[in-house]
């Protein structure tokens, strides 16, 4: 078993949707979760961090946590163009290596 | 804030010649990490350092690959002698705080033939 996996997609959404990317991971004592942006050709950029369960919502990008199910995931609302991207999902372990483990990342592809 | 700084951009060298690449962090980070992310996958770590000390390089290939931190500002990235297989972008990361994610550099871009 993956320690973070991702369903690898292509995940096509019509413009102006809600994309929704999953993630699951296998360390239940993981503490810190980040989705990171990575563009074509271009290096990850972290665009959401979420540290408890619930909603931690930031402009059109919603990170969702439920430790008990060891899931995160990541809406967009009103999908643009630009968001066309490969979505990595990252996990944190709570030990003092503190390095963290990324999934294979979600393709998602915004169509006019 | 200046970014991640990494050189080069592009390498192509053939195997079981030696290359090296070179990352200077953000100015105060003290963690500074090395991540190998092979084509249509995620980055896989290779390496962190706290400070100019090593914390983590358990998946570092030791027999080919070396990596060094002086002054805990910049590191380099080694690797002697190139397989076929070291064909990736090598992404050098740093953070003030692991709990709060990284910022990655540009990343070289190595391909042996």
């Known amino acids: 078993q993956k320690e973070v996996e991702q369903n690898s997609g292509p995940l096509s959404v019509p413009e102006g949707a809600i994309a929704s990317l999953n993630c699951t991971y296998s360390?239940?004592?993981?503490?810190?979760f980040f989705w990171y942006r990575q563009y074509s050709g271009k290096s990850p950029e972290l665009i959401m961090s979420i540290y408890s369960n619930g909603d931690k919502e930031d402009g059109r990008f919603t990170a969702q946590l439920n430790k008990a199910s060891q899931y995160v995931s990541l809406l967009i609302r009103d999908s643009q163009p630009s968001d066309s991207a490969t979505y990595l999902c990252?996990?944190?372990?709570?030990?003092?290596?503190?390095?963290?483990?990324f999934g294979s990342g979600t393709r998602l592809s915004i169509r006019p | 804030e200046a970014g991640v700084a990494q050189s080069p951009r592009y390498k192509i060298i053939e195997k079981r010649q030696s290359v090296a690449f070179w990352c200077n962090p953000i100015s105060g980070h003290a963690t500074l990490y090395w991540y190998q992310q092979i084509l249509g996958q995620g980055p896989k770590l290779l390496i962190q350092?706290?400070?100019?000390?090593?914390?983590?390089d358990s998946q570092l290939p030791k027999d080919r690959f070396s990596a060094e931190r002086l002054k805990g500002v910049d590191s380099t990235l080694k690797i002697q002698p190139a397989k076929l297989e070291d064909s990736a972008v090598y992404l050098c990361?740093?953070?003030?705080?692991?709990?709060?994610?990284?910022?990655f550099g540009s990343g070289t871009r190595l391909t042996v033939v």
């Open positions: 350092f706290q400070n100019n000390g090593v914390v983590d």
């Open positions: 360390d239940r004592g993981s503490q810190s």
């Open positions: 990252a996990v944190k372990k709570d030990s003092s290596a503190s390095k963290i483990i």
């Open positions: 990361a740093s953070t003030p705080d692991p709990s709060t994610g990284y910022t």
